[in-house]
């Protein structure tokens, strides 16, 4: 990683003296009260989203027959209320947040490896082969690409949780695809870049070894920014009735549910939607403050 | 100019063929067909169903006589609604969800573009965090939550607005759904008209202008107000893919007759001939939206040169 701009890719902490790219952001990070509130909501959300289910000793679907769409009561046996099959409705939302966030994370991971890839390889080469790539993304960047996601995830096995996450990551690289050529772009025509072609690196290793550590700010800062995207699309897909299938809970199926119901039970719909509004916040604070923070060319105010 | 528009016009007939041939591959490559569903259909049938349909013929076949059928605006008929063609079934429904969709952009517009300029020229002050605090809120809410929120407040709760229906476009049956899928555009325009105003805002022609003497007012609106439309302008071909989507969990929300339920339904009944009409249609929508935001901008911003 010798020869990077920004230094070699390190934890906040053990940086060579006080200037490592990383060092920098966070205490840029740092300065901003809220995007440190919203983070630590996430994580807070996360971790009651792991352990909650299994602390509360009910399944996420099992019935209780004596309590068929109950409202909320604190000091009671369900806290947030039932379902109309009386299903507790903490824990069945606490499911759907931890299968939302996996599948967020996931579809993420998916849409970055294929837009970091496209973006470094058409920017790297430039040419023919960088407008071909590029008009590519224009074109699939005009359809309404949640009909591809729609149309792929209802053909291929409705419900399956890895046609959903890859089926979202394959539609969402578009973005990622064009800041990451954009940035390639002006990082191969480095000095350091054109040093190590001199010396004969080969472009596989180039990308991975020059490249892609000076993206990893970009890269870090636009992965928060997808998730909440991704979260968002596999709830609207679970609302249509094509994502998460029953009795598997998600946050967009609650909701679908909860909306159904809401001219007698309100809170079947306000507890799932409250945890998805909160999650999607918290992160968009969180990606808007780390693009800031690692993104020094757009400059925080 | 004349020349760009014909180039781009000219390219919208070769994106559309390539999605048509990507969807009819996608569409019959998925496992199950249209007559699955119908269990107690006796295999022979099922088989004369399928040769009266032509889908016993080998996909080339059939591929070639759909591209033929499509030239002619033949859409071919619905495998589920058997006594309707997908041709008739779209323009039932696609009044509906054009009204639906015009409408919310029209109101977006309206809306997002006076708060964004006021937040830019009250900066750092209490409107205009006010203003962006809601436009925060606006872009994270999906339409899936907002719906149901409105319906319970306006349309349960208060009883001032109808909770679902059309009643052949009955504008007060219009108010909530439009609402609804208006609220995240109008957030992102608000937020897009804001950062690029106070780009403009500080750019020298701005302090030449100032200089001049001329007042506040006309600085703003003669001079700031136009460059900063731009970005607004080219986000209109976007806007329009994600009305489209949008119109899609509305229509359901609201039980409006449009025709985002055909692209749903379809898919999973495997009614190819409705799935690829949907997507032939929306796929020209978007296309032609992107065209004219693309060319309105061009002819607004002369920067950009169309001329070679």
Redesign the interface.
């Known amino acids: 990683m010798a020869g990077s701009i920004h230094g070699s890719v390190m934890p906040p902490e053990g940086g060579p003296g006080t200037g490592g790219f990383w060092r920098q952001a966070w205490r840029r990070l740092r300065r901003k009260r809220l995007a440190l509130f919203a983070g630590g909501v996430i994580v807070l959300i996360a971790l009651v989203a792991c352990a909650g289910p299994h602390l509360s000793g009910i399944r996420y679907d099992s019935l209780d027959w004596d309590a068929i769409a109950m409202p909320p009561q604190f000091p009671g046996a369900h806290w947030l209320g039932t379902d109309r099959l009386g299903r507790d409705l903490f824990v069945r939302t606490l499911y759907g947040v931890r299968i939302s966030l996996v599948i967020g994370l996931l579809a993420s991971a998916v849409s970055l490896i294929i837009g970091v890839v496209w973006g470094m390889v058409a920017g790297y080469s430039g040419g023919r082969t960088d407008e071909l790539m590029m008009r590519a993304v224009d074109?699939l960047?005009?359809?309404?690409?949640?009909?591809i996601v729609?149309?792929?995830t209802?053909?291929?096995e409705?419900g399956s949780l890895v046609v959903l996450f890859v089926a979202i990551g394959a539609v969402g690289w578009l973005t990622i695809a064009r800041i990451v050529r954009g940035q390639t772009l002006v990082l191969a025509r480095t000095e350091f870049v054109e040093a190590a072609r001199v010396i004969g690196v080969k472009p596989g290793a180039m990308l991975w070894h020059h490249i892609v550590p000076n993206l990893s700010g970009t890269i870090v800062a636009y992965a928060t920014l997808a998730i909440?995207q991704m979260i968002?699309f596999e709830?609207?897909l679970s609302?249509?009735?094509?994502g998460v299938q029953e009795p598997l809970p998600s946050l967009?199926n609650l909701?679908?549910d909860?909306?159904r119901e809401?001219?007698s039970a309100?809170w079947m719909?306000l507890v799932p939607?409250a945890f998805?509004?909160v999650l999607?916040?918290c992160f968009?604070?969180v990606g808007d403050a780390l693009r800031d923070a690692l993104d020094p060319r757009e400059g925080s105010s | 100019m004349l020349a760009y528009a014909a180039r781009r016009l000219a390219a919208i007939p070769p994106?559309l063929f390539?999605?048509v041939t990507l969807?009819f591959v996608?569409?019959r490559v998925?496992?199950?067909g249209p007559f699955d569903a119908e269990q107690s259909l006796p295999p022979q049938v099922k088989a004369n169903l399928e040769r009266a349909y032509g889908l016993d013929q080998p996909l080339v076949v059939q591929y070639v006589r759909y591209l033929r059928a499509i030239v002619h605006g033949d859409f071919g008929p619905s495998l589920k609604y058997r006594d309707l063609s997908v041709g008739a079934l779209i323009a039932q429904g696609l009044p509906v969800s054009l009204t639906l969709g015009l409408a919310a952009l029209i109101v977006a517009l309206a809306v997002g573009v006076p708060l964004g300029t006021w937040a830019a020229l009250r900066r750092g002050r209490a409107v205009d965090h006010g203003i962006m605090g809601l436009a925060?809120?606006g872009?994270?809410?999906?339409s899936?939550?907002t719906?149901?929120?409105l319906?319970?407040v306006f349309g349960?709760g208060l009883r001032w607005l109808p909770v679902a229906g059309w009643q052949d476009g009955n504008p007060y049956y219009l108010v909530l759904p439009v609402i609804t899928l208006s609220l995240p555009l109008a957030a992102y325009i608000a937020r897009l008209i804001r950062s690029s105003l106070l780009e403009v805002l500080q750019s020298d022609f701005i302090r030449a202008a100032r200089a001049r003497g001329l007042g506040r007012r006309r600085v703003i609106w003669r001079h700031a107000l136009p460059p900063a439309l731009l970005p607004v302008v080219s986000y209109l071909?976007?806007a329009t893919?994600?009305v489209?989507?949008g119109s899609?969990?509305v229509e359901?929300?609201f039980g409006l007759p449009g025709t985002g339920r055909f692209?749903?339904e379809g898919?999973?009944n495997r009614d190819y001939t409705l799935?690829m009409g949907?997507?032939i249609v929306?796929?020209l929508i978007?296309?032609t939206c992107?065209l004219a935001a693309d060319l309105v901008y061009g002819w607004l911003d002369p920067r950009v040169g169309h001329a070679s």
């Open positions: 074109v960047y005009s359809l309404p690409y949640l009909f729609i149309i792929l209802t053909l291929f409705r909440p968002l709830s609207f609302f249509l009735g094509l967009g909701i679908n909860g909306a809401m001219q309100a719909l939607a998805l509004v999607l916040l968009s604070i | 994106t390539i999605i969807a996608v569409v998925a496992p199950g925060v809120l872009v994270v809410l999906p899936f939550v719906g149901p929120l319906v319970l349960l071909g976007p893919a994600f489209v989507t899609l969990v359901t929300i692209l749903v898919a999973i799935v949907m997507v929306y796929g978007t296309l992107n």
